[in-house]
T-cell receptor, first 110, second 112 residues
Framework: GNSVTQMEGPVTLSEEAFLTINCTYT??????LFWYVQYPGEGLQLLLK?????DKGSNKGFEATYRKETTSFHLEKGSVQVSDSAVYFC????????????FGTGTRLL | DGGITQSPKYLFRKEGQNVTLSCEQN?????MYWYRQDPGQGLRLIYY???????QKGDIAEGYSVSREKKESFPLTVTSAQKNPTAFYLC???????????FGQGTRLTVV
């Protein structure tokens, strides 16, 4: 079935530094891809998504491009803030036809 | 406002007791899910339901039970058969033919 691999954390950055969190996937076809964010003690919130190859999702200064050639969906932000400290999860549907998601292990950003 | 409500936010259970975690959604979504999250770990799927009166086991269903009698409600019972129930539990929903899942704020269960 579909699967996702995320870089391990924690990632520790200074304010205004550039952020990259790597995510690669294995999938049948070209499913939608998602990044979720979890702030301390809270549930997950959808951060951004891309529904087809070459799409770029963006939100709150974060971006990720759906790259089918490298099967990647890396999360980037040009200038991180203290308020961005959270755990970030890459996800995709487990199979087609029903949106049961499989998640990466999460990357903590400090 | 539309969303998913989980209650309680914190729950304490004595060993040998069953407890039920509540999950309600007013998004009119067909599908609902329960995930378990352990410290520093990713999410693991416990149960999911695609439609009322139907549900399937996920990856770690042992020691848990669910019901789906109403579209908007998907309660999770943690039974005494669950050997290590202390964790953060997350409920989610999605339109069956939609894309992303929407999450509640979670319930932190602690066995004392």
């Amino acid at each position: 079935g579909n699967s996702v691999t995320q870089m391990e954390g924690p990632v520790t950055l200074s304010e205004e530094a550039f952020l990259t969190i790597n995510c690669t996937y294995t999938a049948t076809g070209y499913p939608s891809l998602f990044w979720y964010v979890q702030y301390p003690g809270e549930g997950l919130q959808l951060l951004l998504k891309a529904t087809k190859a070459d799409d770029k999702g963006s939100n709150k200064g974060f971006e990720a491009t759906y790259r089918k050639e490298t099967t990647s969906f890396h999360l980037e932000k040009g200038s991180v803030q203290v308020s961005d400290s959270a755990v970030y999860f890459c996800a995709l549907p487990m199979n087609t036809g029903f949106q049961k998601l499989v998640f990466g292990t999460g990357t903590r950003l400090l | 406002d539309g969303g998913i409500t989980q209650s309680p936010k914190y729950l304490f259970r004595k060993e040998g007791q069953n407890v039920t975690l509540s999950c309600e959604q007013n998004l009119n979504h067909d599908a609902m899910y329960w995930y378990r999250q352990d410290p520093g770990q990713g999410l693991r799927l416990i149960y999911y339901s695609q439609i009322v009166n139907d549900f399937q086991k996920g990856d770690i269903a042992e020691g848990y039970s669910v019901s789906r009698e109403k579209k908007e409600s998907f309660p999770l019972t943690v039974t005494s058969a669950q050997k290590n129930p202390t964790a953060f539990y997350l409920c989610a929903s999605s339109p069956t033919r939609g894309t992303e899942a929407f999450f509640g704020q979670g319930t932190r269960l602690t066995v004392v």
